[in-house]
């Protein structure tokens, strides 16, 4: 199992310019999440997906799309970068919800490292 | 809306000392509490959690309880090794509300 990958490490990207981040995960959960982190503020959800076909907005979800044509990849494209985005985006994914009773463990992958000039 | 507030770092501590990082939330009902750790270099991995009041997580010599009075979710750890060091964060889960505290930063020194 690789767990939860994403492409590519770093980026760096002209203001202006737009570009996917890629997550994909081989442990077929539903659940999948995108992430931002900046210091001093944790981790920030930007868009989630419960299965295949259906994604939603977290709490940051201006400037980025996604969608999820498929179980295993959850893309997330910047639009138009910013330098507001320039940030370190984590891809996490989950058998079930996070929340309630059970409280499904979240995979993280490794971090896109992201800086727009 | 919901919130978690957690204890600013950095906290340096020699090995085999007594670590306690605080957690407070805002939340309406019964959220799901969560501590992460994340390692230099590496995505956040789960440490530990509870999910209704009066639960106590456990792992790795880690330990915290949900305190629904205190609204409080504290990470202890009887006696820290320099491998612990790294980044904790603490989170609440609310069907789709995900929200982690600002993180803190844990050294361990020999």
């Known amino acids: 199992n690789a767990g939860v990958t994403q492409t590519p490490k770093f980026q760096v990207l002209k203001t202006g310019q737009s570009m996917t981040l890629q997550c994909a995960q081989d442990?077929?959960?539903?659940?999948m999440s995108w992430y931002r982190q900046d210091p001093g503020m944790g981790l920030r959800l930007i868009h989630y997906?419960?299965?295949?076909?259906?994604?939603d907005q977290g709490e940051v979800p201006n400037g980025y799309n996604v969608s999820r044509s498929t179980t295993e990849d959850f893309p997330l494209r910047l639009l138009s970068a910013a330098p507001s985005q320039t940030s370190v985006y984590f891809c996490?994914?989950?058998?079930?919800?996070?929340?309630?009773?059970?409280?499904?463990?979240?995979?993280f992958g490794p971090g896109t490292r992201l800086t727009v000039t | 809306g919901n919130s978690v507030t957690q204890m600013e770092g950095p906290v340096t501590l020699s090995e085999e000392a007594f670590l306690t990082i605080n957690c407070t939330y805002t939340?309406?009902?019964?959220?799901?509490l969560f501590w992460y750790v994340q390692y230099p270099g590496e995505g956040l991995q789960l440490l530990l959690k509870?999910?209704?009041?009066?639960d106590k997580g456990s792992n790795k010599g880690f330990e915290a309880t949900y305190r629904k009075e205190t609204t409080s979710f504290h990470l202890e750890k009887g006696s820290v090794q320099v491998s612990d060091s790294a980044v904790y964060f603490c989170?609440?889960?609310?069907?789709?509300?995900?929200?982690f505290g600002a993180g803190t930063r844990l050294t361990v020194k020999p």
């Open positions: 997906s419960v299965g295949a076909g259906i994604t």
């Open positions: 996490a994914s989950s058998y079930g919800p996070a929340g309630g009773v059970v409280g499904y463990e979240q995979y």
């Open positions: 989170a609440l889960i609310q069907r789709d509300d995900m929200r």
């Open positions: 442990m077929n959960h539903e659940y």
């Open positions: 939340a309406t009902g019964y959220p799901s």
């Open positions: 509870a999910t209704k009041a009066d």
